[in-house]
């Protein structure tokens, strides 16, 4: 069967690709520790279940607006409004079936074809394989790690066109945890008007955020920023509800209006239950959040002490999210390597611990190492790098 030319463009997942195989062979029985899953350890919050599974007996299992509940645009709006101080209408929301669909939706409803965004490398995986399913052209900004993998407004600058139609701003950044300064958003989007270009703002990692660093969504910065940019976030990090698939787009009613007309046509709806799950989530007790930061915060500042005294391995400490993003290139060389992505192969083989190579991140001497696991078990993975750094070099 010959499939269409757009699916065989995709170049599959390696974060649920390594996440897969490192789940298969602990199925088999090795003692495998898996750091490539970008999703929290903890349980979702009780008191979210039994708001979902309430709606449930009371009959809630129906069909919903495509676009989302009103209540929990409601919910949306309430905390736009106590987070950052954004005011929004109901109409300028659409509730999604994850903020990867989101994305997914606001790229098939801005590009046609040879658009060009721009996105920012390193970069989550899924941004350029969704930017070509909608006939654009993703343009890969090469940051440098010197400046922590931030863009520059000299580097953002070179990179417009005349047919640069949108901009992605990751902050905090999957996955290197880097985020951006005030000034810093402010010049990106001082850039961004002047010549005219939308920018899509994902910003699902704001509550984790660890140290004296501070989230600024670009949109609070000027009316003229707020229109210009759709932001992305739903409850899948912040609340563990990365399986309940809930996110929301936020921005111009009438892109908001179309990404909804074109989610009837393909969801129908977000799941029913889980709309009332998020509800509870952004209406009740933050008490449950920032103890998952706090536990995130302990684990990053132990793993990263643990991490930069690894022979051949350097790494900026993140600001966010729950991600070590380590430069491993002179390990790599050192032990005879033709790359990292080989690196990393076999380490998995050797030592069994699972960890994304940034190859599919744009960052090809990097890796990505989650710490949303336990402490005990990233304390174990470190130690078998290191034992694999040491034994591959010597």
């Known amino acids: 069967m010959k499939l269409s030319k757009r699916v065989q463009t995709i170049t599959p997942s390696s974060t649920l690709a390594i996440t897969a195989k490192a789940k298969a062979l602990k199925a088999a029985g090795h003692d495998v520790i898996g750091l490539g899953a970008g999703e929290p350890d903890f349980n979702t919050p009780e008191h979210i ?17 495509s676009g989302g509940l009103p209540t929990l645009k409601e919910a949306i709006m309430d905390k736009f409004k106590r987070d950052q101080g954004l005011t929004y209408i109901q109409e300028e929301i659409m509730v999604s079936s994850g903020a990867k669909h989101a994305l997914y939706t606001i790229f098939q409803t801005l590009l046609d074809e040879g658009d060009e965004v721009i996105v920012p490398a390193p970069f989550w995986v899924s941004y350029p394989e969704q930017i070509k399913l909608a006939g654009g052209t993703p343009v890969i900004l090469q940051t440098k790690e010197e400046n922590d993998f931030k863009m520059t407004r000299e580097a953002l600058t070179n990179a417009i066109t005349p047919r640069t139609k949108a901009l992605i701003v990751n902050s905090p950044s999957n996955p290197t945890g880097g985020m951006y300064t005030r000034d810093e958003l402010q010049a990106i989007g001082e850039v961004a008007a002047e010549h005219d270009i939308l920018i899509v703002s994902d910003e699902i990692y704001e509550k984790l955020i660890y140290g004296d660093a501070k989230h600024y969504s670009i949109a609070t910065l000027s009316e003229d920023l707020k ?40 969801t129908s709806n977000p799941t029913t239950p889980a709309q009332y799950g998020a509800i509870a989530a952004y209406n009740a007790e933050q008490a449950p959040v920032e103890e998952m930061r706090q536990a995130f915060e302990d684990r990053l500042n132990r793993a990263y002490e643990q991490l930069i005294q690894l022979p051949g391995v350097s790494c900026m400490k993140p600001k966010g999210a729950f991600y070590l993003f380590p430069n491993v290139k002179e390990a790599s060389e050192a032990g005879g390597f033709a790359s990292v992505d080989d690196w990393a192969a076999a380490l998995l083989e050797q030592e069994q ?31 078998r790098i290191e034992r694999f750094i040491n034994r591959t070099t010597s």
């Open 49 to 65: 279940i039994e708001a979902a599974t309430l709606s449930m007996q009371e009959g809630e299992t129906k069909y919903t607006p």
């Open 227 to 266: 229109a210009r940019t759709i932001i992305v976030n739903g409850v899948s990090k912040s609340y563990s509800m990365t399986g309940w698939r809930i996110g929301y787009a936020a921005g111009d009613k009438e892109i908001i209006q179309a990404m909804s007309n074109l989610a009837s046509h393909s």
């Open 353 to 383: 611990v699972a960890i994304v190579p940034g190859a599919g991140f744009g960052a090809p001497d990097n890796v990505r190492l989650s710490y949303a696991t336990s402490l005990s078990l990233i304390t174990d993975a470190l130690e």
